[in-house]
Every structure is written in structure tokens, then in C-alpha cells.
């Protein structure tokens, strides 16, 4: 991944040294936590070669943070990735780029009444 002038010139080394491929593997898939992929997809999306992808989903799988099905990856809930430095890094990279979440605005368009799925019982 390159960057420009800018950035390398003011960025400091902790910066520059980004995330490793697992760490950036595991951040998309955390970023997409409501859908499965393919190694392929994942490296074509986040720009990596395929098979360094598929390496860092296998040494995730070990670590028990993503989890397969055929030829498709997901995360584990959060409770797992919790305990995981490098989602940790991951997120405050994503927060740095992206910006982080605004509750507040989230909460503006959300709808009062509780999702169809929860019992009257269970408020």
C-alpha cells in the first residue's frame, strides 16, 4: 500500500509501520461482521495478495478469531476479539481514517420501538 509525500514525511514510525496483514485481514472482516468472504475477495478488497491473506486467516483461525465454512470467513463474536491487541489497533487505525462512530447521530435515526424480533416480556 503507498501513501503520499505528506504522510511519509510527517507521520511518525509507529504510524508508518501500519498493521500487519492479519491485523488488516481481521479489521475488514470486523468492518463487514455481517457478511462471510472469500481469501480472494478480502485481498482484492483491502489490496493484499491472496495468498498472504489466506496465511493470516489461517494463523486467525488458530487464534479463534475468524471462523469457516466451505471457502467463506467470518468473524467470532465480540467477547473473542476483545482479548485481541490487534483488533484493538485495528479499530483505532479504522477510528484515525474513517472517524470514529457518532452514538449520538446513531441514535437520532433510530427507531423507538423495539425490534420485532424481542418478546414484550423481554423489555
Given at each position: 500500500m503507498s501513501i503520499d509525500r505528506d504522510r511519509f514525511e510527517n507521520a511518525s514510525e509507529d504510524e508508518l509501520a501500519g498493521l500487519s496483514v492479519s491485523d488488516q485481514?481481521?479489521?475488514?472482516?470486523?468492518?463487514?461482521?455481517?457478511?462471510?468472504?472469500?481469501?480472494?475477495?478480502?485481498?482484492?478488497?483491502?489490496?493484499?495478495?491472496?495468498?498472504?491473506?489466506?496465511?493470516?486467516l489461517s494463523r486467525l483461525k488458530g487464534r479463534d478469531l475468524v471462523e469457516h465454512k466451505a471457502t467463506y470467513w467470518v468473524t467470532h463474536d465480540d467477547e473473542r476479539l476483545d482479548g485481541y491487541c490487534g483488533y484493538e489497533r485495528a479499530t483505532a487505525l479504522f477510528n484515525d481514517q474513517l472517524g470514529t462512530e457518532d452514538t449520538d447521530a446513531w441514535r437520532e435515526h433510530a427507531i423507538d420501538e423495539p425490534h420485532p424480533s424481542v418478546a414484550a416480556d423481554d423489555q
Open positions: 485481514v481481521l479489521g475488514f472482516l470486523v468492518a463487514h461482521a455481517d457478511q462471510a468472504f472469500k481469501a480472494r475477495e478480502i485481498a482484492s478488497r483491502i489490496g493484499l495478495e491472496e495468498g498472504a491473506v489466506s496465511t493470516a
